[in-house]
Structure formats: structure tokens, C-alpha cells
């Protein structure tokens, strides 16, 4: 794997960011001792080699300049995160430029070419910003003030401006609660700027605690109330001027850096230590991504998947020849090397794509896809891929575009629940559109669609939900005022807003919603009118029915937003929205750090919502809904009940609550752990004595033949009447071990086989097999089913079939991805080599994974699921190990962003 | 202007003889039966905001009052109408004084008139049974972007102080009420209801074109998805709000309009930025919406609002008067301020007689220049009735406002001279002249009151009446 995750790896260097994104990453190649002859007052120590404690603060950091070029006019930002957001130098002869420092004279600007999104975005959301400046002041007689870092439009409209007012430091924020030009304003104590070399950091946090540090120590503390999120989103970076170019500050700049959120006393004293110079890593010298690299995993991989692996896969290896891996690829098969580095020519591989005798009885490559095989051999046939996941590259196609997500029907139940305290679950389940299954989960985002059912249905809920409401006292936890003026309703709108639609709401929607209010008191309505409707339009509101996010950025990943993080956590852990203690995690800005973010989660793991959201996982992934319209034919088994389907899946969901969550073992014991859970009519079913009137656990210890999840009647059905071995195969090669196969040739008859004397399914499974036309296919799966041969279609055990024929339970099967075929002589055996397979395990990782993130995984997350596996199963492999491993990955903790337009 | 003049003609010949609707034709009998006799009782409330000061009412037509001046002759223009009593100390002086417009009380809270508005009075005492079937017994719009407080913007008030109806603040909303069905006799619960979530919707919209539009936080992929719940949700409007009645021939219904409503329209008091253009194009359309309505006797009372009393808007653009420019609004640039301080509100606090106030001056030429557009529409041949005069000298039509100063500084001056204009009511007030009356709002509208034949007085029954005979014919 080391290989395929380097160009991840590298891009989560340049994110600033390991597994855990949100933390600071420590670098590895540190920078040597600053030059404590630039900085005059920087303590002594760093002269020395910087230890791991002197590396800088990276987590939050946004923009970084260290001015270490000395010609040219551009000032590079180093953050490594995000689109650099370079600066120009306005008036080159205003500036003198030496290694490390930047000289600003009478008029001289430096600012970035386009709006500092990355800042004002990272902003907006945190509500918490540092600005940190080494710098030495030209003088103390600046005023205006002079800007040393601004961003602004102009002397009268910014965001955020740090200033010298003579001999003080003076910073002006734009919030809801300060003007458009900042003010008023923090400044330094009067005396405290000397015209020497100083570190100056301005912190904010989203509470509104602004202070100012002067060589690591805090000078000023003022609350500075409001939120951001009325920042201009137009507004440049400069420095050294206002943007209109009338405010010059005079000095010279060491160190500029912007982070998006507050920095701790301690993280201040940590830069102050570290000194001007970087002690971590430019982007710019990150370890780049080899293009022959990326070229095969992004080019070659999925062509191989798509076009060769069906038969030349390590299962199938058709003409002894084994395409996912680089060592059997090289040594070729039967007919001798396929693979001639350097030479397509001379290729086995690409000569008889080229004649298109392969692939055999599919469609031709295309001439672009040949000239693509082509080019890659004659390259020297790079491979950075241990093995080609044919079932992650399936899904790249679907898994195109970023998604938002609409809340499932079970989501917008547990979220009106939680957000006013109405049960609607009846209501809901009667008139919404049921969430369809896609990709194997009815969460897969790119498949919840709206209709005009739905409309219509969030509309009528909306009525009822507030219908059920104690309006006036709802409002009360917001306002102990009942007047309709903008006074009361526009904090209440806000706050009442902030919970039910899971964050702050800018500006202009909480303008939006009190255009409801004004409308209702305009027709005569009164407070508690008022408050009803503006719930009616919250429920209804894109902020309610879906999880938005931001996903405009520079195209890189970028971490989520901690209202964003706070809904993905609860989301995911609990299929409903963030309770109060998260709500208040993010207001406080206490979703950054990686401790933080465990605390929370261990708190929601302990929480009965995270068994509950887990069997919703096992009921999707295993498809228990399915079980609702179970028919057995009636004649070929009159002893079916249908209550028996029910009985099969509260058996599933409770084995597994057992199992997950009693005594905590690792998820792959739900292969052969030694217990079920029935009632007497399942246990007279599966043919054991009846321990209770209702459900009972049962010790299946001494039942050799049941044990595990695949002896459990809820998936045995999945091979209908007849218990296919085609459709048992399919759903353990897909589901439990995540492999793929492709679909049969169209036209084909799949009409069940019967059994008959002398002929099982295992025979006929066998017939199949060495068949030709079939075999390179079936050869994947049926072999997988034969242990469960003796499991009847409803999951009764027989030694026979109805025909007499004997049955078997002994079987070779071969994993997805590779190694050789294992036997095994029972079910039990077959049960065991499951649970300890380690693709059975990745495999539970996935699709963990991807019921968490609400869509398919491709061959981009291999290298981050990888890590979750391992992470997991140093975590003892449990439900709560997994989850915790998920959530902390940089699967939730970022998300991928499209490049403004 | 964009917009394309509705007029009655029009109207009347895009709906036909065979297909007209149900509703408009009944009351179109019952209009033209009453019509034969004696033109209906009819009274309107025409507000708009921030007042005139009065040193520029008494300038006559020479200046701000010029875009009257063709109307002359068929209105009352009233001066020193003292509205101080109206005053309700602590909370505001634009609220005070646009809620004392039409009623001569002080609001009773944020939401309710201090008493019924002289329109509702007159509707009681003439139609205590409702109106004839098929008509609105109240529309109520207006073009206006401050909605703090209902009082700045609804001028059409019941008994108790509630407003007589929901407000239409849209061109189509308006055409919507007009021609299409009306159930029942009046705005029940029902109805009301139907109205307010059909408000909600719109927010809801609103919010939805956010998340597709270029302030999206959203990648392609999610836009595509919410464009397509925002499809489903007009789809939804449109089957649950489809009008009922109207004739498929009838003129279409005007097109969305662009300009910011509801919630957005007043970002807390902050103010839009908006053009001459837009913001007369739009009230143009309502304005003659609301005249139709009038001309086809679909309504006989309520309101019409130019702009809010305390109103912040930034206009900008280019105000001809008679095809020549007057002045260039650019509130924001003349003030040098962004947000609330770049409002043209700030003139009135500015207004000093010292200064020459252009400004305020064109600000207030403009308004009064559509005012007198509505008033046009209902003097003109469209609006001709059987006794010869047309439904503006027929009818009580008053225009008022809320201030008659804007400096906030002395309550007496502010609310002591506030301009007042009123139209013949059918001969029974005087009109051709601008009267210094010197009398107060409550003693105006009582006269009003019972020179429409009606017995009920507003204002406390203890509080000494004083008839201003002067403004009687």
C-alpha cells in the first residue's frame, strides 16, 4: 500500500494534515536554527536546532508568508494549505527585499491578486481568527492607523485589520456587533509598539475573547461580541497599506501568518519560541506525486479493472494470468509474458487488445483506451498499486460529484425529535417517500432525490410538527418577550434558528425568516402566529432537509467547518443531529483539536442513539427490510409462518446488539460467534428447543451447524426458494468479503435450476462452473455458498435435500484479491475462516465507511479506509473502535472542495 | 419604466364576454346595477414614507408638491395637520406618526393600531352586511422594504386595531387577489391561513434560489440537486396556490418580481440598494393593479403604501420630472456611507431650513410624483363613472404620511405639521386648494367622518370635538 497512498499522502501534506486533520501534523524535516540575528529579541535557544516542542503551530493555519525570497515580486504563501494565496508586490522600489524579511517604505503594498477566500471562508465558519506578525515598526509615529496586515476594500469597509497607532497595536474585526470598518476597535497599552523587532499575535475566539500578544506575552484582552459571518467575501489580503492606499505603515515584515482560529496562551509562547523562521515543511518542497504514478492509478488502474480483471483477476486467472497484482501482471501466464516494460509491441497485453482478441466475447478497447495501454507500456509500465481493487474502481463512475445529503426518512424523524421535541415518526413514515437503496444503502446521497411527493409532505409535516409544538413555550427558551418588533424577533429568529437548522444562521437569513414574521403580524397575527409560521418555513428550509456544507474552495480537501463537523458526527454516530454539548463544542471552538473530538465521541458512542443508528446499519447492509415481503411458496413449505421473517430479523439486529455492543467483540465475530437470539417459533424453525415464551438468547456452542450471521434465516433467504448458490455466492462475495464480478451477458437465462434427484445445488453449481462460458465468473462465488448447502431457502437445517440427495457443507473458496483456495470440511469451518479473514475485516471497514459517509467508496479512499482498518483493529476491531476510527479520519474530518469559479 | 400598462380596457377586452370568470362577472353586474344610480361609497388610504417637512409644504406646488399640481383641482391639500397626540414616547417617531396616518391614535404595541383607520370606519357604517358578493372588502399593498413594526407599512386598521387585511406586497400577489377567486364574504381563518403559508413558501423559495445562486456554498452536484428541489417546490406552488376563477384569457399575470420581498427586503434595518428603475417600475405596477381593481369594483377600501414610514433605502438613478433631469440619486456615494447611514433616510435627519436640502427635495418631488401616478390612474377615462366624475373625485381618497420634520429632535415639530391631501369624496370636501387647517389629525378625520355620513367619532369619547368646517364644501 505504501505506493498508492503516496499521492494521498502528499496531498494531505499539503492539507496541512495526517489521519487526524484537524491537529497539528509534526514535521519531519525541520528547518535549521533561526537566525537570532534577524530577530533581536527572540530568546537565545534558537540558535539551536529546534526540538519537536519549537515547531510551529500548523493546526488552523491558513496563509503563512516568510518572506525567504529576496528578488521578484511575489510573496509566496507557505502554508501549504489550500491554493497558495501568493501576494504582489504593488511598487517594487517600495520594498527592499532580503532573505527572511521584507522592507515596506513610504507607500508600498503587497497584496494577494484575488480575494483571500480560503481565509474569509475559513473565517466566516470558525468565528475565531490569529493573526500573527513578526515585524519591526519603522518608527511610533504611524497613525491612521497604518495597516500591517489588512483585509479590507477600502479606509472605511473590512474584515480584519491589524494597524499601528503610533506606539500602539490596533486591530479592528467586523462582526454583527462592530461596524463594517471594525470598529471599535482592541489596541495595545499606549507605549507598548517600540520601532524594534517584535512577535505580535492578535487571537480571537468565537465567544468573542480578542487578545493581543507582544512577545509571547498577552498585552490586552477585550471581548470583541458578534459573529462573522458577515464578512465580505471580496475583501484582499495586504500588507504594509490599506488596499486603497492610504493608510501605509512603515516597517519590515519576518513572519506573517493567518490561522482561522483562536490560538491558547501556550500555542502563542510556542511560535513565539519557534522563532520567524519555518519549522515546518513549505508546500513547495512537499515530496510531489510522480506522474507515471498518478498516471497508472488514475489512467491504467481502472482500465485494467474495467476491461481485464473480470477474468484475470486472482480468482478467476484465466490462462493462468493474474492482472491486479504487479508481480503475477510481470510474470504473465500461460502463453508467457504479458507485460514488456518499455515495450507495448513487444506485450502480450497490449497486442491482443490491439487485435481485439481480447477481451474475449466483451466489447473491443477503445482507441483511445488502446493508445492510453499503449503509452503506459511503452512509459516502462509503471505499477504503484499493490493490488487493483476491481470493486473500488466500479464505483468511481457513480461516485462522481460531491453530494449534499438529504436527510433520510429516519434522519428527518430523529432530527424533528431532537430539534422540537415532536414524535412525527408515524406521520412521516405514512406520507414520505420511502428512501430508495443505492449502491446497497437507502443513504447513498446521489440517490435521495426529491419529488414533488416529498414537497408536498415536508409541507404538511411542517403543519403538523408545529401543530404538536407548545409554541409559546418553545419561544420562551429563546426570548422572555412576546413583542413582534426586530428587537425580539430578530435574536430570537437567530437563536431558535441556530438550533434547528444545527449552526448559526448569517445574516440574511435570519432576514429571510423575519420577512415571515413581519408578513404574519402584517395580517393580524400575534407573537405566538408569528413563531409558529417562521417554524413552519424552518422545518421546510434546504438548511433543515439537508445537511449543507461548504464545497467551494481550491479543489483541495479542506477541513469541515465545526458546525459542519458537529452535524457529520451526530449524523453519523446517531443518525440524528447534534445534541446541546456538541452545538456548544462548536460554539466554544472545541472541535479542532483530535482530543477534543474523542472526548465526543466516546461521549456519543456511550449514547443509546449509537446502537440504535448501528442497527440501522446492519439492517441495510444486510437488507432486512427486505424480509417485510418474504412469500416462500406455500406448497413447498407449509410449515412457513410468515411472523417467522419478523422473528428473523429481530433475531439479526438483537445477535448483533449482543455482539457489538454487550460484550464489545470485534464486529468479524458476527461471522461465527456461538449465540443467536429467537423466539420459540425460530428456535422450533432452526430446530432448537424452545428456552422461553418470547425472545431468548440461545448458546448455539453444541449446535455445530448454526453460528454467525450467514446461518441466521434473515440472510439464508437471499437465495429464495431454492437457495441459490448463485445468489448466497453473490451476497457473501459482494457484501461480506466486498468483492465484484461482472454482471451476466445480456440475454442470458437465469431461471433457477430446480433440484432433482441426483442433482443438488451444488451440482448444479458445479455444472456451472465448468462451463466455459460461465465458469470464469461463478468460479468467484458459487464455491462461497457451498458450505451453507445444507440451509433450506427459509433457512431450516436438513442433512437432505426434499429429493433425498445428500447434502455437503465442505468447500474451497478462494478470497477476493488473492492467496490460494483454503477448504474447509463444515459450515463451521467455513465460519471461522470468515471471521478471521482480514478481507472480511476490510470489508466491514467499508462498508462501515460507507453507510457513514452515505456513499460508495472508490479507489481515492483506499489509502485513508486503510488507515481506519488499521486503526480499528489496534482498537480491539469493535463497533466503537471502527466508528471512532471513521469519524477521526480525514473521510469526515475534511471535505473535498470545487475550485471557485 | 418597464413596466406595461394595466388598464381597465385592457383588461376587460383580453378576458371576453363569453369566458370571463364567475366572480368577476357577478360583481360586474352588481357594480353596474349600483352604478346606474349613485357612484359606491368608496375611501382609500394612500401612505407614503418620510413625510415632507413643512417649510416644504408651504412652498406650494413651486417645489416638492410641483408633481401634484396637475391634480389640483381635484384635491384638498392639507397643511399644519397636527398629529402630536399620536406620540408614544420610547418607542419611535416614524412608527408614531405612520401609525397616527388615517387614524389619529398612537399604536397600541408593535402590531395594532391604537383604533380603526377612517377607511374601515366608513366601510362599517355603509356595508354593515360585507360587501356585495364577489368583492375584496379590503385589499391592502405596497411597495416598501422596512417592515419592523406593521404600523410603517399597513394603513388599513379594524375596530380593534388589527389590520383589516393581509398585506400584498407583490404585483403578482396583488393580481393574484384580484382576479382570482375570492371565497366567502371575508378573510376567515381559513383563507387567512392559506395566505400566511403561502408566505412561507416563499421564504422557502427564497432560501432554495440561495443555495443556487453564486453565493452558494454548494458544489455543482449538490446545486443540480437543489435546483431540482427548488423546481418541485414552484411545482408544489403552483398546484397548491393555482388561482381559481380567472379566465384563461384574461391579461397574464405579471412576472415574478425581482426586487427583494419579505425578509430580505429589510435587512434589519440596514437598508437595499436599489434603482429609480426598479423601485418605480415595480410600484407603477402595483399602482395600476390596485386601480383596476378599483376601476373593476373589485374593492371599495383599503390602503396603498409608497415606501415605509422610516424607509432605508440607497436609491440610485438618473429622476427626470417632465423630461428633464431633476437630480442623480447615489445616496450612499452624496452621504459617503455604506448601510443605514448611506440611506436616503439620512436626508430627513439632516433637513435643515438653512441648507437647500436638493436631496430631500428630489426624494420627496419623487414620491410625490408617484403619488401622483396612482392618482392619475383613477382620474383617468378608464375611470369615468355615471354621475360624469371620475372614481377620484367620487371617492375619499386620502394621502398622508408620518412626518413633519425627520429630525427626530422635538416631537412637536415632527408630528405637528403632517402633510395631508384628500379628494372630493363626491362633492362633500372641498378640493383646488392647500389650506393651512391648523387643526388636529383627530378633528380632520371626524369631520371626514361625518361628512361621509358617518356617526362614529375616533379618538376618546372625552376628548373635546372640534369640527374643521374649513376643508367641507
Not at chain 1, 475573547?209 to 467575501?233: F, H, P
Not at chain 1, 479542506?558 to 440524528?576: C, F, K, N, Q
Not at chain 1, 415481503?629 to 430479523?649: C, G, I, Q, T, V
Request: charge should be positive; aromatic fraction near 6%.
Amino acid at each position: 500500500m505504501k505506493n498508492t497512498c503516496t499521492l494521498l499522502l502528499a496531498m494531505a501534506v499539503v492539507a496541512g494534515g495526517g489521519l487526524i486533520c484537524r491537529a497539528a501534523a509534526p514535521q519531519s524535516n525541520k528547518q535549521p536554527a533561526n537566525d537570532n540575528a534577524a530577530v533581536g529579541n527572540a530568546p537565545a535557544q534558537h540558535d539551536v536546532a529546534p526540538t519537536q516542542d519549537d515547531v510551529r503551530v500548523q493546526s488552523g493555519l491558513l496563509a503563512l508568508y516568510d518572506f525567504q525570497d529576496s528578488t521578484g515580486n511575489v510573496v509566496r504563501d507557505r502554508s501549504g494549505v489550500g491554493e497558495p494565496l501568493d501576494l504582489q508586490i504593488v511598487a517594487p522600489a517600495k520594498v527592499r527585499r532580503t532573505p527572511g524579511a521584507l522592507e515596506v517604505r513610504a507607500g508600498g503594498l503587497i497584496r494577494s491578486r484575488k480575494p483571500a477566500a480560503k481565509i474569509i471562508n475559513a473565517v466566516r465558519r470558525s468565528g475565531a481568527i490569529t493573526i500573527e506578525t513578526w515585524l519591526r515598526p519603522a518608527n511610533t509615529k504611524t497613525k491612521g492607523p497604518g495597516r500591517i496586515v489588512t483585509l479590507s476594500a477600502n479606509g472605511s469597509e473590512r474584515n480584519v485589520t491589524l494597524g499601528q497607532e503610533r506606539n500602539q497595536y490596533d486591530v479592528r474585526l467586523r462582526t454583527t456587533s462592530t461596524s463594517t470598518n471594525g470598529i471599535p476597535s482592541v489596541s495595545s497599552p499606549k507605549k507598548s509598539l517600540a520601532a524594534k523587532r517584535a512577535h505580535v499575535v492578535y487571537t480571537r475566539d468565537r465567544t468573542g475573547r480578542a487578545r493581543i500578544y507582544i512577545d509571547g506575552k498577552q498585552v490586552v484582552e477585550k471581548t470583541v461580541a458578534g459573529a462573522t459571518l458577515n464578512w465580505s467575501r471580496a475583501y484582499h489580503l495586504g500588507l504594509g497599506n490599506e488596499l486603497s492606499q492610504d493608510r501605509p505603515w512603515l516597517g519590515t515584515f519576518y513572519l506573517v501568518a493567518v490561522y482561522g482560529r483562536d490560538l491558547r496562551s501556550q500555542e502563542v509562547a510556542r511560535n513565539f519560541q519557534a522563532g520567524p523562521k519555518l519549522g515546518v515543511r513549505p508546500a513547495s518542497v512537499a515530496k510531489a506525486v510522480s506522474p507515471a504514478h498518478q498516471f497508472f492509478e488514475t489512467q491504467v488502474a481502472p482500465l485494467l479493472a474495467k476491461h481485464c480483471l473480470e477474468c484475470h483477476s486472482t480468482t478467476a486467472k484465466k490462462g493462468e494470468l493474474d492482472l491486479s497484482r504487479k508481480e503475477s501482471a510481470l510474470a504473465g501466464g500461460e502463453s508467457g509474458p504479458a507485460i514488456v516494460p518499455g515495450k507495448a509491441e513487444e506485450s502480450l497485453l497490449f497486442q491482443s487488445v490491439d487485435s481485439d482478441e481480447m477481451p474475449l466475447d466483451r466489447p473491443a478497447l477503445s482507441g483511445q483506451e488502446k493508445a492510453l495501454l499503449r503509452r503506459w507500456l511503452d512509459d516502462g509500465a509503471d505499477w504503484s498499486l499493490p493490488v487493483i481493487d476491481a470493486a473500488a474502481f466500479k464505483r468511481r463512475r457513480v461516485a462522481k460529484g460531491n453530494w449534499l445529503r438529504r436527510l433520510t426518512v429516519s434522519e428527518y424523524i430523529a432530527t424533528v425529535r431532537s430539534a422540537v421535541g415532536v414524535d412525527i415518526a408515524k406521520e412521516a413514515l405514512a406520507i414520505l417517500p420511502p428512501d430508495i437503496r443505492a449502491d446497497g444503502f437507502s443513504n447513498t446521497a446521489y440517490n435521495l432525490t426529491v419529488d414533488l411527493e416529498h414537497i408536498e409532505a415536508y409541507a404538511d409535516l411542517a403543519q403538523r410538527i408545529v401543530d404538536k409544538i407548545d409554541v409559546s413555550a418553545f419561544a420562551a427558551k429563546y426570548t422572555s418577550s412576546k413583542k413582534i418588533t426586530d428587537k425580539n424577533m430578530r435574536p430570537l429568529i437567530a437563536n431558535m434558528g441556530k438550533w434547528i437548522l444545527r449552526g448559526p444562521l448569517e445574516e440574511h437569513e435570519v432576514a429571510t425568516f423575519r420577512g415571515v414574521s413581519t408578513t404574519v403580524a402584517a395580517a393580524g397575527g400575534n407573537f405566538e402566529e408569528a413563531v409558529r409560521f417562521v417554524l413552519e418555513a424552518m422545518l421546510q428550509s434546504p438548511r433543515f432537509i439537508y445537511r449543507i456544507e461548504n464545497q467551494r474552495g481550491d479543489g483541495l480537501p479542506w477541513p469541515v467547518g465545526d458546525y459542519e463537523l458537529a452535524s457529520r458526527l451526530s449524523y453519523i454516530l446517531w443518525g440524528g443531529p447534534p445534541d446541546e454539548q456538541l452545538i456548544k463544542a462548536a460554539d466554544a471552538g472545541r472541535l479542532y483539536e483530535q482530543k477534543d473530538v474523542e472526548k465526543q465521541v466516546r461521549r456519543m458512542l456511550q449514547d443509546p442513539r449509537a446502537v440504535e443508528r448501528s442497527m440501522q446499519f446492519m439492517a441495510e447492509w444486510l437488507d432486512l427490510n427486505r424480509l417485510q415481503h418474504l412469500a416462500p411458496n406455500a406448497a413447498r413449505f407449509p410449515s412457513w409462518d410468515k411472523r417467522l421473517a419478523e422473528d428473523m430479523r429481530t433475531e439479526t439486529l438483537e445477535f448483533f446488539k449482543d455482539v457489538a455492543w454487550k460484550q464489545k467483540r470485534p464486529l468479524a465475530d458476527l461471522l461465527n460467534a456461538q449465540l443467536t437470539y429467537a423466539t420459540p417459533r425460530l428456535a422450533k424453525h432452526y430446530g432448537l428447543k424452545p428456552q422461553a415464551a418470547g425472545l431468548a438468547r440461545y448458546d448455539l456452542h453444541d449446535t455445530p451447524s448454526r453460528g454467525g450471521l450467514l446461518t441466521q434465516g434473515s440472510v439464508l433467504t437471499v437465495g429464495g426458494d431454492e437457495a441459490s448458490m448463485v445468489a448466497r455466492g453473490l451476497f457473501i462475495l459482494k457484501d461480506i468479503l466486498r468483492g465484484s464480478v461482472a454482471d451476466p451477458p445480456p440475454g442470458l437465462d437465469t431461471t433457477p435450476v430446480p433440484t432433482s434427484p441426483g442433482l443438488t445445488q451444488r451440482g448444479i453449481a458445479a455444472e456451472r462452473i465448468a462451463n466455459g462460458s460461465c465458469g470464469g465468473c461463478h468460479i468467484k462465488f458459487e464455491p462461497l455458498a457451498f458450505g451453507l448447502e445444507k440451509f433450506d431457502g427459509i433457512g431450516a437445517f436438513h442433512e437432505r435435500d426434499e429429493h433425498g440427495n445428500k447434502l455437503r457443507d465442505d468447500g474451497k473458496m478462494v478470497f477476493p484479491g488473492g492467496g490460494a483456495a483454503v477448504g474447509y470440511q463444515t459450515s463451521a469451518e467455513l465460519m471461522n475462516l470468515l471471521a478471521a479473514s482480514e478481507q472480511v475485516q476490510k470489508s466491514l471497514t467499508w462498508k462501515v465507511t460507507q453507510f457513514s459517509l452515505g456513499r460508495p467508496l472508490i479507489e481515492a479512499d483506499a489509502p485513508i479506509l486503510e488507515k481506519i482498518y488499521r486503526q480499528a483493529q489496534e482498537d480491539g476491531g469493535t463497533y466503537a473502535s471502527l466508528m471512532t476510527a471513521i469519524v477521526m479520519s480525514d473521510l469526515v474530518q475534511k471535505t473535498s472542495t470545487e475550485k471557485e469559479p | 419604466m418597464k413596466n406595461i400598462r394595466l388598464d381597465r380596457r385592457t383588461a376587460l377586452k383580453g378576458m371576453g364576454a363569453i369566458a370571463i370568470g364567475l366572480p368577476l362577472l357577478e360583481e360586474m353586474q352588481v357594480a353596474a346595477a349600483e352604478q346606474a344610480t349613485a357612484p359606491p361609497v368608496r375611501a382609500f388610504n394612500v401612505f407614503f414614507g418620510l413625510g415632507i417637512p413643512s417649510p416644504l409644504q408651504a412652498e406650494g406646488f413651486s417645489d416638492v408638491l410641483e408633481p401634484l399640481k396637475p391634480l389640483a383641482k381635484k384635491l384638498l391639500i392639507m397643511r399644519n395637520v397636527d398629529q402630536v397626540r399620536c406620540d408614544a414616547p420610547g418607542i419611535n417617531a416614524h412608527y408614531d406618526g405612520a401609525s397616527g396616518a388615517f387614524t389619529a391614535e398612537p399604536p397600541d404595541g408593535e402590531a395594532r393600531s391604537g383604533g380603526p383607520s377612517i377607511d374601515q370606519v366608513v366601510r362599517k357604517t355603509h356595508y354593515p352586511q360585507g360587501l356585495p358578493p364577489g368583492m375584496a372588502p379590503t385589499i391592502v399593498a405596497g411597495t416598501f422594504f422596512r417592515r419592523s413594526r406593521v404600523g410603517r407599512y399597513v394603513h388599513s386598521y379594524n375596530q380593534d386595531g388589527s389590520v383589516a387585511a393581509a398585506m400584498q406586497e407583490s404585483p403578482r400577489r396583488l393580481f393574484q387577489r384580484v382576479f382570482g377567486t375570492y371565497q366567502g364574504k371575508g378573510d376567515d381563518a381559513a383563507v387567512r391561513r392559506r395566505e400566511l403559508r403561502r408566505s412561507v413558501l416563499d421564504t422557502v423559495v427564497e432560501q432554495y434560489k440561495f443555495y443556487t445562486g453564486a453565493n452558494s456554498p454548494l458544489g455543482a452536484a449538490s446545486r443540480a440537486r437543489i435546483a431540482d428541489h427548488l423546481d418541485r417546490v414552484r411545482e408544489y406552488e403552483q398546484r397548491a396556490y393555482a388561482m381559481q376563477g380567472q379566465d384563461s384569457q384574461a391579461p397574464s399575470a405579471p412576472a415574478r418580481s425581482e426586487l427583494a420581498h419579505g425578509g430580505r427586503a429589510d435587512p434589519g434595518g440596514e437598508g437595499i440598494d436599489i434603482t429609480l428603475e426598479e423601485l418605480t417600475s415595480e410600484w407603477r405596477l402595483l399602482a395600476d393593479l390596485y386601480a383596476l381593481a378599483i376601476q373593476l369594483d373589485r374593492v371599495r377600501f383599503g390602503s396603498l403604501t409608497f415606501l415605509a414610514a422610516g424607509e432605508r433605502i440607497r436609491l440610485t438613478g438618473e429622476y427626470q420630472y417632465e423630461g428633464k433631469t431633476r437630480f442623480l440619486f447615489d445616496d450612499a456615494a452624496q452621504h459617503n456611507a455604506t448601510g443605514s447611514k448611506g440611506c436616503s433616510h439620512e436626508w430627513w435627519h439632516q433637513f435643515a431650513m438653512k441648507k437647500k436640502n436638493e436631496a430631500l427635495r428630489a426624494h420627496g418631488h419623487m414620491k410625490m410624483r408617484e403619488i401622483a401616478y396612482f392618482l392619475q390612474r383613477l382620474d383617468d377615462a378608464d375611470s369615468l363613472e355615471p354621475n360624469g366624475k371620475t372614481i377620484l373625485e367620487n371617492s375619499m381618497i386620502t394621502i398622508s404620511t408620518e412626518s413633519g420634520d425627520g429630525r427626530h429632535a422635538n416631537v412637536r415639530r415632527e408630528l405637528s405639521g403632517v402633510f395631508h391631501a384628500i379628494s372630493g369624496a363626491n362633492g362633500r370636501f372641498k378640493t383646488g386648494q392647500i389650506l393651512d387647517v391648523g387643526a388636529q389629525g383627530l378633528d380632520v378625520y371626524n369631520t371626514m367622518l361625518a361628512a361621509m355620513g358617518v356617526a362614529q367619532q375616533l379618538g376618546p369619547a372625552e376628548t373635546p370635538r372640534k369640527s374643521v368646517e374649513a376643508i367641507l364644501a
